[in-house]
């Protein structure tokens, strides 16, 4: 046997026996034990979801309360309540807001004093009740209106700008009032429609002395009189062929006392509603502010956001030689960048002929070898 022939069948002998221990171990390896699966567990029954509340409508005292309101309590002694459209009356506290549309109610002993935005003050004494008709008022405007409507009981009022700027008044079941800047009383019994009993207007001085003008007319407009005086008054009784008729009396002593006291309760409940209005106003006139900044904000954020937009899609639309120098390849931009670079390793920015010079290894063609001898 030739000695390759020897060395290679060796080689091949040795091979066999290094690998056939792994054989042998890997045949009689046990096979790896199979885990029985997991029994699956049918899913819970879905119980059914209780059913749900119906979503009770809007009222319309969820509607009014969104708008702004035009007056809030300034003082309350005992108890009293506000009706809202078709909702059930709602019990009243100091600084409640008032809307248009209300109903007032004062309770039995009881006294609610209400200050509007012109400074108009209402107080109801015990169970006088009371709708706000209408009210608009604006500071500066001359077409202010306002109109209350008593149903029953007494009501004092202190008549605000809404009197001076506009068209104030005051309905009851059988007249309306033309209220002229003053101080006043309308007392309305139970019952009192078509006569029955005698509604009473009285006219008392301002609390700096001034008196104004109280006009008198019946359901159809017709006129009936006018109180100019302080402490006058009109009550109102069936007249000649049944129609309405203002007949001026004297207020009876007595009577003239209780009114002392219901209008001194009047100019208290002012005094305190008027800084109520005070600082209502003031809080108004921050949130328009507010407001105001806040739009002015919104304004510029959107006009900057449409010149971005703007300026991206000519940029977009002109070709590569129009775009601006800062954007343009090889503009002043990109070539500040790569002065920067150059001057932070100029060894790598330098071209191949200006490299530092260094140890060079011959081509391989060059080197010397047994072919290329002499």
């Not at 009114?259 to 309760?265: A, L, S």
């Not at 000519?314 to 790569?338: A, E, I, K, S």
């Amino acid at each position: 046997m030739k000695r390759r022939e020897f060395i290679t069948l060796l080689g091949c002998a040795t091979a066999l026996s290094s690998t056939w221990p792994f054989a042998v171990r890997a045949q009689n390896q046990p096979s790896p034990q199979v885990l029985p699966r997991p029994q699956t567990l049918p899913p819970p029954p879905t119980l059914p979801s209780p059913p749900q509340p119906p979503t009770q409508a809007p009222t319309q005292a969820t509607a009014e309360a969104s708008d702004n309101h035009i007056g809030q309590v300034a003082t309350l002694q005992g108890s009293a309540t506000v009706t809202r459209g078709n909702t059930t009356p709602a019990a009243l506290k100091v600084s409640d807001p008032i809307y248009k549309n209300d109903v007032l109610q004062a309770g039995a002993i009881s006294l609610l004093g209400v200050t509007f935005d012109d400074e108009t003050t209402l107080n109801l004494n015990a169970n006088a009740r009371m709708t706000v008709d209408e009210f608009v008022y604006q500071a500066g405007s001359k077409s202010n209106a306002a109109l209350f409507n008593v149903v029953r009981g007494t009501v004092a009022f202190v008549a605000g700008q809404a009197a001076k700027t506009g068209d104030m008044k005051f309905s009851t079941p059988t007249a309306t009032l033309g209220i002229r800047g003053t101080t006043g009383v309308v007392e309305v019994p139970d019952g009192a429609t078509g006569g029955v009993t005698e509604p009473r207007i009285k006219l008392y001085p301002d609390s700096d002395g001034r008196v104004g003008r109280i006009e008198v007319f019946d359901r159809q407009g017709a006129r009936l009189g006018a109180l100019t005086q302080g402490a006058s008054a009109f009550t109102l009784r069936p007249g000649v062929g049944g129609r309405l008729a203002a007949v001026p009396f004297q207020i009876p002593p007595q009577e003239a006392a209780r009114d002392r006291g219901v209008v001194q309760r009047l100019f208290a409940s002012h005094n305190v509603g008027r800084q109520q209005t005070i600082q209502r106003q003031q809080q108004r006139r921050q949130n328009l502010q507010r407001q105001n900044q806040q739009r002015q904000n919104q304004q510029r954020q959107n006009q900057q956001r449409q010149r971005q937009n703007q300026q991206r899609q000519n940029n977009q639309q002109r070709p590569n030689n129009q775009q601006p120098n800062n954007q343009r390849p090889g503009g002043p931009q990109q070539q500040q960048q790569l002065q920067q670079n150059q001057n932070r390793n100029p060894r790598q920015q330098l071209p191949q002929q200006q490299q530092l010079p260094g140890r060079q290894r011959p081509q391989r063609g060059n080197r010397p070898g047994p072919n290329n001898r002499p």
